[in-house]
């Protein structure tokens, strides 16, 4: 589809709507990475995550504003860098993401106002129209940037991620 007929809506999302949020959950590859993997001939795996997105989600949490990566595939990496950031929730191989979000927020107690739902492909857009806020990222396939009410000015792996964690935190303000 050629991008001028993607409907991108990226809409004045009320002030209380940041501020209801309690968990932040998002894609890994194509949100907090650029969607690239490296594979070396060993097969290990390095991805690259910013730090400016790291120092967000350490923000969020100690402003008691829950975490959650939630990704269609398995990864060590991914695992690494989730656990040097305690993240309280990781859901990794699962690739219905709408499922995985309304398990963790009925487990949590949380309803769709109380989520933001970050992703870039069409596996993530029916968690991003559940959720109350869905976010996308400038580059993101046209079912992503369809379903989200707010896309980032901020590139996939380069601060896409602390775009939303500042709108989140400058709410609660």
Excluded at 21 to 36: C, P, Q, S
């Amino acid at each position: 589809m050629a991008q001028s007929k993607i409907k991108i809506r990226k809409s004045k999302i009320p002030r209380a709507a940041w501020r209801a949020v309690r968990l932040f959950a998002m894609d890994v590859d194509g949100v907090l990475t650029d969607g690239t993997v490296q594979i070396s001939s060993d097969g290990s795996e390095a991805k690259s995550f910013s730090i400016l997105d790291g120092m967000g989600l350490r923000r969020l949490d100690q402003a008691g504003v829950l975490t959650a990566w939630i990704s269609g595939r398995a990864s060590a990496a991914t695992s690494v860098r989730a656990a040097e950031l305690k993240i309280p929730h990781v859901v990794q191989g699962r690739t219905d993401k709408l499922r995985a979000l309304q398990e963790l927020a009925a487990k949590l107690g949380l309803q769709p106002g109380q989520c933001v739902y970050m992703g870039d492909d069409h596996i993530d857009a029916p968690a991003m129209s559940w959720a109350g806020i869905g976010v996308s990222v400038p580059a993101a396939m046209p079912a992503a940037l369809t379903a989200a009410d707010y896309v980032t000015t901020r590139p996939a792996g380069l601060g896409a991620v602390r775009e939303v964690c500042e709108l989140i935190l400058t709410a609660r303000r």
